[in-house]
């Protein structure tokens, strides 16, 4: 068993000690952590959202446009903290260590209603309702051949990516196994926007990304509500890039669904990702959905 020790710097006010199994994952976030800032550059207001159509499929998209930024490739991934905004439509990759490091961010959608999660089916991602007990990811399973039925008259389509990554949830959701964070073939328009079923979806270029240079199984992962602004921490990472932090622009301009901006390093060969868990014999997925894998999604 790996205990894993996210050291934050003292202005980040945040203190993470990530077990796997049965350990509890704690961040000591003060009363204050919550602070005023904007999500979109020039606005106080929340992201607007606006319909689109795709053939016989209509998404409901954030009306922003927003690419996929690696910031550094190089990390320890014992000291990474994923953080998904509900309100930004983004996922954040941050590496603690002496200083909090912004490594990498990626545009997500989430799920058809936008508040928390109370009941399997609900059409809801959870939140983390306590800021101290973030979520751990519990497994990462290669979903390359998974498909789904979303029930819109597509019939069944590969929908997941090369990857999902599975959940532990915390509180009354504990037994939930559905929720996962995983790529969006075949729904590539959703990203970012409201479609899913629950679950977080990246582009499939993304899903791969994050799997080849963050993710790991036991690590934690901070999912705030749409009415939680950012935190000190994630300010301070965004502010010592510089110019080189690029946040989303209002309007949805349906840019091109490529690889995430970087430098020209080549992304290495996959590594271990702490995919040491057993195989279960039954798969839950996105849909909240009791079935074999590649069945239900």
């Given at each position: 068993m790996k205990i894993y020790s996210l050291l934050l710097t003292l202005i980040c006010?945040?203190?993470?000690?990530?077990?796997?199994?049965?350990?509890?994952?704690?961040?000591?976030?003060?009363?204050?952590?919550?602070?005023?800032t904007s999500v979109v550059p020039g606005t106080e207001a929340e992201i607007p959202m606006k319909s689109l159509t795709v053939g016989q499929k209509t998404y409901n998209v954030a009306d922003i446009t927003d690419d996929s930024h690696v910031y550094k490739k190089d990390v320890n991934r014992?000291?990474?903290?994923?953080?998904?905004?509900?309100?930004?439509?983004?996922?954040?990759?941050?590496?603690?260590d002496t200083d909090t490091v912004l490594a990498a961010s990626f545009p997500v959608c989430y799920a058809k209603n936008p508040g928390?999660?109370?009941?399997?089916?609900?059409?809801?991602?959870?939140?983390?309702v306590d800021l101290n007990e973030p979520f751990t990811i519990s497994e990462i399973?290669?979903?390359?051949?998974?498909?789904?039925?979303?029930?819109?008259?597509?019939?069944?389509?590969?929908?997941?990516?090369?990857?999902?990554?599975?959940?532990?949830?915390?509180?009354?959701l504990a037994s939930n196994r559905s929720i996962g964070i995983h790529g969006s073939t075949n729904n590539a328009e959703s990203v970012?926007?409201?479609?899913?079923?629950?679950?977080?979806?990246?582009?499939?270029?993304?899903?791969?990304?994050?799997?080849?240079?963050y993710a790991q199984v036991g690590q934690p992962v901070l999912i705030k509500g749409v009415g939680e602004r950012k935190l000190p921490f994630e300010l301070k990472a965004e502010q010592a890039l510089g110019n080189k932090y690029v946040a989303p622009t209002a309007g949805n301009k349906l840019v091109s669904r490529g690889a995430p901006v970087a430098d020209d390093e080549p992304i290495p060969d996959?590594?271990?990702?702490?995919?040491?868990?057993?195989e279960p014999s039954d798969g839950f997925v996105e849909g909240d959905s009791e079935a074999r894998e590649g069945e239900v999604g």
């Open positions: 006010c945040i203190s993470v000690s990530c077990g796997c199994g049965g350990k509890s994952t704690k961040l000591d976030v003060p009363d204050d952590a919550l602070v005023e014992d000291n990474c903290l994923v953080v998904i905004s509900k309100r930004e439509f983004r996922l954040y990759v941050y590496e603690c928390p999660k109370t009941k399997e089916g609900d059409m809801s991602t959870p939140e983390c399973k290669s979903a390359s051949d998974w498909e789904h039925d979303f029930g819109d008259g597509r019939g069944s389509l590969k929908a997941y990516g090369d990857w999902f990554i599975r959940l532990k949830l915390t509180g009354s970012p926007g409201r479609d899913s079923e629950g679950c977080i979806r990246l582009r499939d270029a993304d899903i791969n990304t994050f799997h080849d240079l996959n590594e271990d990702v702490g995919d040491d868990v057993e």
